[in-house]
């Protein structure tokens, strides 16, 4: 009997020891200005008590910085590839030249650097940045490769709002994994354990005062039904393209992958006091990600189906900077006019098989992704409505490169008011009809496509994307033949900076690379701006190639260098 309670007593206080330790909520570290460097590397992180778990990570072990941009400037991004793998980074939401996107045929081969540029021109909001290699995403994403992006503007600026970063304005990726028994992470769709900016079971300490939280759905599958465990309101003040025009108080947001939501929650007078911002996950339906349940196989997990906390919240005392209130008002968005589309595209999600039995694999149109077929070319500046119906017996988080838009229809019906705010990604659920409007501006590429796809990496992985080139009729290849361009490199010999002299007018450069004998790449320099010259300081001594291609008949010419 004695014997009995001792082992009761010993089983129940260690539940309970087990219960209350929390660890500190990390707060990825952040990058401003308009230069950024972004290292790609394998590395470990101790996740788990015991062996650490491999990981790769940006500049760190888990994830990325979180990078901030000021809309109207111009930034420069310096992407070093020091994985074992080749990988892209592709950055989500941006409205950019497919060219600098990142997406799958933006790859950077190990030991290579990339480095795109482009003017921001998105609204503040937050954004994120990830892989995009095909095939590889979920792997790639799985491993720690993401990172978040705050965008600021003046208008957003200009609002009475929550934003000292890691103070009341708090970054939250949400993701799963499962762990194998030497706490490696084990490739799955779904995890059995709850991860927030990395860290199992987290908690964070919250001043008593308005709170804002940028919520990012970086789940390799999963949803979250977000809300709070004392039932509480919270607002929601942005969705993934930015401002809504108007808070908007809900007691639940249902987040799916790729997604990003940014809420308002007031903790005003709480001092002391605690709270768990959950994923009402029970409420799912079998055809939903996240509310899908097995007893066994790939997709079995511990968290599938049911209510789990996300994220411990204790509350201590406010700081001077807070606000007593929050605005009514937030901005006025001006969406394309429907009357001002010229064309409707239909897209169908379906379900398909490839052996009778096995389990579905799910297509766009009823084609898998094809790297080398371009499923649309859109002419640039063109206003279109896209209609995705879906009979497939899932859901599926639509996504779209290039362009923010806004939901027309769901079912038929008008969007709710937290749907009404620009978007990038629209949750498509089984069965059902959606369509969006968006404007295809800025930038024609007759080369690089953007794509659309399911957000869910192993859809994707999968084939569950197309892809599409906005295209200029004007700037296109066409059957004009260019005079070959005249250019030789200087010095040759040379130490830190290639320069190019053109023997007559400078040509308009599309891309340059620079390559061994063998083939390795080591810069790729999309529309290289090179007044000042190409800066081969890294490079080792050898000899090497300059590959030009020519922005109007997209060929491409070779010169060797030697570097001292
Ligand atoms: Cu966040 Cu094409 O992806
Ligand atoms: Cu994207
Ligand atoms: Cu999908």
């Given at each position: 009997?004695?014997?009995?309670?001792?082992?009761?007593?010993?089983l129940?206080?260690?539940?309970?020891?087990?219960?209350?330790?929390?660890?500190?909520?990390?707060?990825?570290?952040?990058?401003?200005g308009?230069?950024?460097t972004?290292?790609?590397?394998?590395?470990?992180?101790?996740?788990?008590?015991?062996?650490?778990?491999?990981?790769?990570?940006?500049?760190?072990?888990?994830?990325?910085?979180?990078?901030?941009w000021?809309?109207?400037s111009?930034?420069?991004?310096?992407?070093?590839?020091?994985?074992?793998?080749?990988?892209?980074i592709?950055?989500?939401?941006?409205?950019?030249?497919?060219?600098?996107?990142?997406?799958?045929?933006?790859?950077?081969?190990p030991?290579?650097?990339?480095?795109?540029y482009?003017?921001?021109?998105?609204?503040?909001?937050?954004?994120?940045?990830?892989?995009?290699?095909?095939?590889e995403a979920?792997?790639?994403?799985?491993?720690?490769?993401?990172?978040?992006?705050?965008?600021?503007?003046?208008?957003?600026?200009?609002?009475?709002?929550?934003r000292?970063y890691?103070?009341?304005?708090?970054?939250?990726?949400?993701?799963?994994?499962?762990?194998?028994?030497?706490?490696?992470?084990?490739?799955?769709p779904?995890?059995d354990s709850?991860?927030?900016?990395?860290?199992?079971?987290?908690?964070?300490?919250?001043?008593?005062?308005?709170?804002?939280f940028?919520?990012?759905?970086a789940?390799?599958?999963?949803?979250?039904?977000?809300?709070?465990?004392?039932?509480?309101?919270?607002?929601m003040?942005?969705s993934?393209?930015?401002?809504?025009d108007?808070?908007?108080?809900?007691?639940?947001?249902f987040?799916?992958?790729?997604?990003r939501?940014?809420?308002?929650?007031?903790?005003?007078?709480?001092?002391?006091?605690s709270?768990?911002?959950?994923?009402?996950?029970?409420?799912?339906a079998?055809s939903?990600?996240g509310?899908?349940?097995?007893p066994?196989?790939?997709?079995?997990n511990?968290?599938?189906?049911?209510?789990?906390?996300?994220?411990?919240?204790?509350?201590?005392?406010?700081?001077?900077?807070?606000?007593?209130?929050i605005?009514?008002?937030?901005?006025?968005?001006?969406?394309?006019?429907?009357?001002?589309?010229?064309?409707?595209?239909?897209?169908?999600?379906?379900?398909?098989?490839?052996?009778?039995?096995?389990?579905?694999?799910?297509?766009?149109?009823?084609?898998?992704?094809?790297?080398?077929y371009?499923?649309?070319?859109?002419?640039l500046?063109?206003?279109?409505?896209?209609?995705?119906?879906?009979?497939?017996?899932?859901?599926?988080?639509?996504?779209?490169?290039?362009?923010e838009?806004?939901?027309l229809?769901?079912?038929?019906?008008?969007?709710?008011p937290?749907?009404?705010?620009?978007?990038?990604?629209?949750?498509?659920?089984?069965?059902?009809?959606?369509?969006?409007i968006?404007?295809?501006a800025?930038?024609?590429?007759?080369?690089?496509p953007?794509?659309?796809?399911?957000?869910?990496?192993?859809?994707e992985?999968?084939?569950?994307?197309?892809?599409?080139?906005?295209?200029?009729?004007?700037?296109?290849?066409?059957?004009?033949?260019?005079?070959?361009?005249?250019?030789?490199?200087?010095?040759?010999?040379?130490?830190?900076?290639?320069?190019?002299?053109?023997?007559h007018?400078?040509?308009?450069?599309y891309?340059?690379?620079?390559?061994?004998?063998?083939?390795?790449?080591?810069?790729?320099l999309p529309?290289?701006?090179?007044?000042?010259?190409?800066?081969?300081?890294?490079?080792?001594?050898?000899n090497y190639?300059?590959?030009?291609?020519?922005?109007?008949?997209?060929?491409?010419?070779?010169?060797?260098?030697?570097?001292?």
């Amino acid at each position: 009997m004695k014997k009995h309670f001792i082992l009761f007593l010993f089983l129940f206080t260690s539940r309970l020891a087990l219960a209350q330790t929390y660890n500190s909520l990390w707060i990825p570290d952040t990058l401003s200005g308009t230069n950024f460097t972004l290292t790609a590397v394998d590395t470990f992180k101790q996740m788990i008590p015991g062996n650490q778990t491999i990981t790769a990570a940006y500049n760190g072990n888990w994830m990325g910085p979180t990078l901030i941009w000021q809309k109207g400037s111009t930034i420069n991004m310096t992407v070093h590839n020091k994985l074992q793998d080749s990988t892209t980074i592709h950055w989500h939401g941006m409205h950019l030249p497919a060219v600098m996107d990142g997406g799958p045929h933006q790859i950077i081969p190990p030991n290579t650097t990339w480095s795109p540029y482009w003017k921001i021109t998105n609204n503040a909001g937050t954004y994120w940045y990830h892989p995009h290699l095909h095939m590889e995403a979920q792997k790639q994403l799985e491993s720690g490769l993401a990172g978040m992006i705050i965008i600021r503007d003046s208008i957003e600026s200009s609002l009475k709002l929550p934003r000292t970063y890691g103070v009341d304005d708090i970054p939250l990726a949400l993701t799963d994994r499962k762990f194998t028994s030497s706490n490696q992470i084990n490739s799955a769709p779904y995890g059995d354990s709850m991860m927030v900016n990395g860290v199992l079971r987290p908690q964070f300490t919250v001043p008593a005062q308005w709170v804002r939280f940028r919520i990012l759905d970086a789940a390799i599958e999963r949803s979250y039904n977000l809300g709070f465990n004392d039932g509480r309101s919270f607002y929601m003040i942005s969705s993934d393209g930015g401002l809504l025009d108007s808070p908007v108080a809900v007691k639940k947001y249902f987040i799916s992958a790729g997604e990003r939501v940014e809420i308002l929650v007031n903790f005003s007078h709480q001092k002391g006091s605690s709270v768990d911002l959950m994923a009402y996950n029970s409420t799912l339906a079998q055809s939903e990600p996240g509310g899908d349940a097995f007893p066994n196989g790939p997709f079995e997990n511990y968290l599938q189906r049911k209510d789990f906390t996300i994220l411990h919240l204790n509350v201590t005392d406010s700081n001077s900077n807070s606000i007593s209130s929050i605005p009514t008002k937030l901005t006025t968005n001006i969406f394309p006019d429907v009357a001002s589309a010229v064309l409707t595209r239909s897209l169908s999600i379906s379900d398909s098989s490839d052996r009778p039995g096995a389990p579905p694999k799910f297509i766009i149109n009823h084609k898998f992704f094809d790297y080398n077929y371009y499923n649309y070319s859109v002419p640039l500046n063109n206003t279109e409505i896209w209609e995705i119906s879906s009979t497939s017996n899932f859901s599926h988080p639509f996504h779209i490169h290039d362009v923010e838009f806004h939901i027309l229809s769901i079912d038929g019906g008008t969007a709710p008011p937290q749907l009404q705010g620009w978007k990038d990604v629209v949750y498509v659920k089984s069965k059902q009809k959606v369509s969006f409007i968006a404007r295809f501006a800025d930038y024609a590429d007759s080369l690089h496509p953007f794509m659309y796809h399911c957000h869910i990496a192993l859809h994707e992985d999968e084939g569950m994307m197309g892809q599409f080139l906005v295209e200029n009729e004007k700037t296109g290849i066409n059957n004009i033949s260019y005079p070959k361009p005249n250019f030789s490199l200087f010095p040759n010999p040379a130490n830190n900076k290639l320069m190019i002299n053109f023997d007559h007018e400078p040509i308009d450069v599309y891309y340059i690379t620079i390559t061994d004998i063998l083939g390795r790449t080591y810069f790729m320099l999309p529309k290289p701006r090179f007044e000042n010259g190409i800066d081969i300081s890294t490079l080792k001594p050898g000899n090497y190639f300059l590959n030009l291609t020519d922005n109007s008949n997209k060929q491409t010419y070779t010169r060797s260098f030697v570097k001292q």
